[in-house]
C-alpha cells in the first residue's frame, strides 16, 4: 500500500509524493515517488521527467501522511 506524504525540506517548499513505506527511525535516505508541488505543478529544481526522488534525512523538517481516500465516509444523523 502507498501512502500519499507531504515532505517538508529544510528551506524548500513542501513536497507532495508517494511512498512504498514510511521510514524508520535507521533510515538514513528518504525515497519518494512521483514528487510534485502541493498544486501538482512539477518541483522548480527537479527535471521533468523525475520520478523518484532520494533526500537525505537530514535535509527533512517534517513528514505528513496524507489521507489515503480510500477511508469510508461517516454518515451521521442530522436532526430536522
Known amino acids: 500500500m502507498a501512502f500519499t ?3 517538508h525540506v529544510a528551506n524548500e517548499e513542501p513536497i ?3 511512498m512504498e513505506q514510511l521510514p524508520s527511525r ?3 535516505l528518504l525515497f519518494a515517488l512521483n514528487p510534485r508541488l502541493r498544486d501538482g505543478k512539477d518541483v522548480r ?3 521533468e521527467d523525475v520520478t523518484t526522488l532520494i533526500v537525505p ?3 527533512l523538517i517534517f513528514i505528513q501522511v496524507l489521507p489515503s481516500g480510500r477511508e469510508e465516509e461517516v454518515v451521521g444523523f442530522v436532526r430536522e
Open 26 to 28: 535507521t533510515d538514513t
Open 57 to 59: 534525512v537530514w535535509r
Open 5 to 7: 506524504v507531504q515532505i
Open 16 to 18: 507532495v509524493a508517494e
Open 45 to 47: 529544481n527537479l527535471n
